[in-house]
């Protein structure tokens, strides 16, 4: 079959002939239909992260995903052919007490391994194999959808993490004495955005900033959700002396983290999803304000990363909620859907301005 291959830690990405899997008795056989390309994949292609299966050189990557089962091995009782699924992306250790209870997001020995990511093949190929717990069955009204999922299950996972940080004052859920609480979504991307449609559907008031020069690509999502957008192009001084319960940062810079943490509210929390570069370039921060308002104010950062099974299935139920709400506006994130073999122009960000990009497989 037909797979995108990369050799990490050289940097590139082309389409090759890989043997085809075949499924054990406990497993299923997918064929892919779409995978979504985020920043993880470009620093892959760009030799910068990843790491290929044991004993290999070469890793099939692509996490972001949608497909079809086409083959059901002989024990498998919760999947049939025909059914449309996504696939979770880590595997976990296999040791440490969060692994062996299916919360490999919290693997404390680090040997967790990650589809298209990390020694395990990903998914931009035409087809894989996977084990029916790791796959999350997708109802045919989310098909539009599906491919959002993994990045939405995120969001899904750092949201509920703020909100047990800024659940310590215990004032009635979802509200600070009678106010709601405020939110600063930082990266206007996918997940980003999916972050954004979370916390608006909590009952957050949430103002979304990005530095894009030009017009914004999920500004009119971001009017349809009645989401506040302010251009920082020019610095987050644009935000004027406003302050945030919650700030969710989704860009990936780390000096950019150190400023927002000025913009949080007393009791406030900042989270952070964006992976920043591995430059080793250091920066000055001024530790000790820093350190001062954190604990004069009871604040808090918290990095947050993956998601479980159960964020896939929270994502899918936001899912229903964001298109009862807000009618089509997920499927609006979707920029692009193009044929796999254009794969070069995306992965190299030679397309137009935009926010998700969808590679599709066929079927
Ligand atoms: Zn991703
Ligand atoms: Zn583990």
Redesign the pocket.
Known sequence: MRALVVNPPTSGLRMEQVPDPTPGPDEVKVRVLEG?I????REIVAGRYGSPPPGRKDLVLG??NFGKVVEVGRSVQDLRVGDEVVATVRRGCGVCRFCRTQRSDFCETGMFTERGIKGRDGYFAEFYVDRPEYLVRIPRVHRLTAVLL??LSVAEKAVQQARRVLDRTEGPPGTIAGRPRTALVVGTGALGMLSVFVLADEGFEVTAVDTYVGKCPASSVLSTVGVRYRDASAGLSVLGTERFDLILEATGSAALDFELATLLAPNGCLLLLGLPADDHRPFPVPGADLVRRLVLQNQAIVGSVNASRRYFAQGLRHLTLFRRRWGTVAEQLVTERLPWTDFASVVNGRRPAGIKWVLTMGG
Do not use: N
């Not at 985020?38 to 994949?41: K, Q």
């Open positions: 979504g985020c920043g993880t994949d996490h972001e993994e990045p």
